[in-house]
């Protein structure tokens, strides 16, 4: 088929953008930048600089490069305790999440039961009260089971796992509630005329359909875990303690060690940081096909 000439093929040829906006842009994306990577230029400048120059007047190219506060953090704190502890937490609380958001959703997705959509809307409307208001009666809760029942989860890895647990779960059932709803009922059915009860369905043919699903889950409820603060430092005493509340020992009475809190900072983002952009193909995939059904 010939292609359209002249008028035709101007007209139907996109309209580009005038140069106004295209350097508007540029200059609202720079300045974007430059405001997101300011703080992380000044907390990897002053993880490289002696403890003198930090307290001293603020320079923004440092004076004396150190590397000395990347090991003498270890030293000063039980980071390495701190960095199991949260590590152990988050792991578990984001394979629990998954496991029992997996079967959640599946149920809500796939049939039809009384109290459906009731259910979906008090698990969606956890999300709109501030974690705060849960403190104090996680507290009572935790106080009256060890009183009980005489099992410590206060101060205790379960515990804390516990909590995370009840914030990441009602998201994560609503995200794979959606996942699960855009996968055609037709796979479930195909696998059972091959033999398969919906449990074995769910392991063979929705599971690895959901996975992208799965993985932004995982990744929610892991970062969640890791980076709070709040529970953390009720929750937890000196042996359970993570990493968020740990970095506050470096602060003590005499001194405040600056250069080894900025260090201890960037050390404590890696893990983060490197496993979003490992599964970012994941994450977008998995938030993008989760919230609309």
């Known amino acids: 088929m010939p292609r359209p000439r002249g008028k035709a093929a101007a007209a139907r040829a996109p309209m580009a953008p005038p140069a106004s906006f295209i350097w508007t842009r540029r200059i609202v994306l720079g300045a974007l930048t430059v405001f997101a990577l300011l703080p992380v230029y000044v907390m990897l400048s002053s993880?490289?600089?002696?403890?003198?120059?930090?307290?001293?007047?603020?320079?923004?190219?440092?004076?004396?490069?150190?590397?000395?506060?990347?090991?003498?953090?270890?030293?000063?704190?039980?980071?390495?305790?701190?960095?199991?502890?949260?590590?152990?937490?988050?792991?578990?609380?984001?394979?629990?999440?998954?496991?029992?958001?997996?079967?959640?959703?599946?149920?809500?997705?796939?049939?039809?039961?009384?109290?459906?959509?009731?259910?979906?809307?008090?698990?969606?409307?956890?999300?709109?009260?501030?974690?705060?208001?849960?403190?104090?009666?996680?507290?009572?809760?935790?106080?009256?089971?060890?009183?009980?029942?005489?099992?410590?989860?206060?101060?205790?890895?379960?515990?804390?796992?516990?909590?995370?647990?009840?914030?990441s779960l009602p998201f994560s059932i609503w995200l794979l509630a959606g996942y699960f709803g855009s996968i055609p009922r037709s796979l479930d059915e195909a696998a059972w005329v091959d033999g398969c009860g919906p449990f074995r369905a769910l392991l063979r043919v929705v599971i690895p359909a959901a996975m992208p699903g799965i993985v932004t889950v995982a990744i929610y409820a892991f970062m969640t875990a890791w980076s709070e603060v709040l529970f953390a430092s009720v929750m937890t005493n000196d042996t359970t303690r993570t990493l968020a509340v740990g970095l506050r020992d470096y602060s003590t009475q005499t001194d405040v060690y600056w250069n080894q809190i900025m260090a201890a900072s960037i050390v404590v983002s890696i893990p983060v940081v490197a496993g979003f952009l490992l599964m970012q193909r994941f994450l977008v995939t998995g938030l993008t096909a989760g919230a609309v059904k």
Do not use: E
């Open 47 to 167: 993880s490289l600089k002696p403890l003198q120059d930090v307290t001293s007047t603020f320079s923004w190219i440092p004076a004396h490069i150190t590397v000395s506060p990347y090991a003498d953090m270890w030293r000063t704190v039980p980071l390495g305790r701190y960095f199991v502890n949260s590590l152990i937490v988050c792991t578990c609380a984001a394979a629990a999440s998954v496991l029992l958001a997996t079967f959640a959703a599946y149920a809500v997705s796939r049939y039809q039961f009384r109290g459906r959509q009731v259910f979906a809307l008090v698990v969606l409307s956890t999300q709109m009260f501030p974690g705060i208001l849960f403190l104090l009666p996680l507290f009572l809760i935790f106080v009256s089971i060890g009183n009980a029942t005489g099992i410590a989860l206060l101060g205790s890895r379960a515990g804390l796992i516990i909590t995370y647990l009840t914030f």
